[in-house]
């Protein structure tokens, strides 16, 4: 429904590399299509991070462009990573620090199987898979705590650390509680490894049954990741929200992504509910430099990710339709092969 | 074919829990079956460790246990965990007690699928999946290191530290190679998470690196774990032997046995190659307890842990036998139910 004054987003818009800018023109392209037709304009500032500004610079996410952009209201990512960049650059240097940074404590990453996906499970349809993971995404493994000793020498020691805090377990998880409410099977699995990190997990299960007492409507359980991985393959249905720190929520989105038609539509959030600073959202698969400039990408999880980002900005109505635009592109898509902007231009004409 | 004279071998049985009993008998009972025929006698002894031992005592593995289990050639494990007994308890007093004091760096774990078993993938052919995955097994985010401060507080910090070794790396990695230069396909696929545990992983790649010079023959690759858990799912054929560290590895080996056709089938080994101790062998699943005493617990995974023994132990052609009784078996087992000593039963009678 159009409506006769618009309400202005400021959209920060973080193409990347490979890939990245591919699918981001087409998020764009859809996004141009809905905004207006639900009242809202977007803003939009395009910054130019990822490897070309590190060669250029040696810059990844200067802190005046961080401080820009949190002044905007909300981020959305294609992807960063390059081979001509040494691993973990750009990874932690811009995409992690931004994470941090922003305090995207919550990263939401659905995993649902669309009609007429074909996925790599035999027998399964599409009401077996529709589950959330509530990732964890400033703490845990991923601090880059941690450190090297006598390098390269036969005596060399290499460390990471896992710092978890009552705090950041906390807020993520009375998310994943809050998400778990709002569904209809108000089921909360918590996924660790607490026989094993038996430090984090004791935290994480104290943390799950003391917030739990909150919601009483909404029954919890508990699976050791390896355990989680399996019946990811083998009973997709166990799942409805899953909360797990950042390590095994990356393991398991990755699954999550196969099992429900590969990496080409998995999108997810990183959420920073408090709305301290600007929310990101961002395809869930890299920068794929192998098919980059070909026109091959698949832009859905972009689109699915603009979908999320419309959530966020309180526009639920545009969201349902770039969502319904989604699935019916998805049900008739069959196995034709349609360049990025294709799909781009299919699911903008449906919206 | 008998011998006249047979070589005795110690072994060190551990029952454990749950299903473990049952499922070390039927494994036993094959053992019991290829052994003679081969010229091996097994001298068993059997330890009461576990959940029983732990409330009667409060001992999961005492020293004077584990000095008389040095003393024994090779190890067969059934499973441990009860819960009765607090997560970790167990797990790390007995099971990663065993393994990191008998120095058990190589956690082998084939994942293979055998010709007429049911795979949770839609259009798989057993040649497409047929992998061993070398698992570090004495260090990593497994040691133990860690603390937790202001515990029960809302400032609590929990910590688990990796614990990376360029020591304890390389001799995993060499043996890596070692198993992969003796496969027809000779790839080795290191994986990590190296854009984002910059120390540990960047350890892993240049000892991967290094090491390799050494084996020409052996084509290297590297694939982050996110990547690795979705390739499992949905290109399986990747892979031919992987090198991990002991979390990745925990993680990957169980959607290998769920790709596999489910945990009941996945037999591992805790190798110490160096033989300064016994190695020792388990099938990958737990204790089961939701199924325990009702012969309903699958004991393939621990007949086919037997035929890994028999090989560690150089008895190659009694592990032949096993392992093509188990084949066959499964060739014909179809869909019918049959109890624990049922499957042993006819696994026996084949060999
Ligand atoms: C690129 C990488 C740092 C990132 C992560 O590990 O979080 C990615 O795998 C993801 O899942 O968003
Ligand atoms: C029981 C547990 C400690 C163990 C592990 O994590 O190594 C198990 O999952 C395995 O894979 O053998």
Chains 1, 2 share one sequence.
Not at 176 to 196: G, Q
Not at 278 to 292: K, Q, R, T
């Amino acid at each position: 429904m159009a409506s006769s004054s618009s309400r202005t987003i400021r959209l920060a818009v973080i193409p990347g590399d490979g890939i990245g800018p591919e699918v981001v023109a087409e998020g764009l392209k859809v996004l141009d299509v809905v905004a207006p037709a639900h009242g809202l304009a977007f803003d939009r500032t395009s910054y130019d991070l990822g490897a070309a500004r590190w060669h250029r610079t040696g810059e990844t996410l200067p802190d005046a462009v961080l401080e820009e952009l949190r002044g905007q209201d909300v981020i959305l990512l294609g992807a960063v990573g390059d081979p001509s960049v040494p691993s973990g650059v750009l990874e932690r240097g811009l995409l992690l620090r931004a994470r941090f940074e922003l305090d995207h404590y919550v990263n939401l990453r659905p995993v649902k199987l669309f009609p007429g996906v074909e996925t790599p499970l035999a027998g399964v349809k599409p009401e077996d898979i529709d589950m959330v993971v509530v990732r964890e995404g400033t703490e845990g493994p991923y601090t880059g705590v941690g450190g090297v000793l006598r390098k390269g020498t036969p005596h060399e020691v290499a460390t990471q650390e896992s710092v978890n805090t009552a705090f950041g377990v906390e807020r993520v998880v009375r998310h994943a509680f809050e998400v778990a409410a709002s569904r209809p099977r108000k089921k909360l699995t918590l996924v660790h490894k607490d026989n094993v990190l038996t430090f984090a997990g004791d935290l994480y299960q104290r943390v799950l049954k003391r917030v739990g007492e909150e919601y009483p409507q909404v029954t919890t359980d508990y699976c050791h990741v390896d355990a989680a991985t399996m019946f990811f393959v083998n009973q997709p249905q166990r799942f409805d929200v899953v909360v797990t720190d950042n390590l095994f929520g990356d393991i398991i989105t990755d699954i999550g992504a196969a099992i429900a038609g590969g990496i080409g539509l998995a999108a997810s959030g990183n959420v920073n509910p408090d709305r301290t600073a600007p929310s990101m959202f961002e395809p869930v698969h890299g920068s794929a430099p192998d098919i980059a400039g070909r026109a091959k990408a698949d832009p859905t999880a972009t689109i699915l990710s603009v979908a999320m980002l419309l959530d966020h900005v309180g526009a639920h109505e545009a969201a349902r339709r770039v969502e319904q635009a989604v699935s019916a592109d998805l049900a008739e898509r069959g196995s034709a092969v349609r360049a990025t902007h294709e799909v781009g231009d299919a699911i903008a004409e449906r919206v």
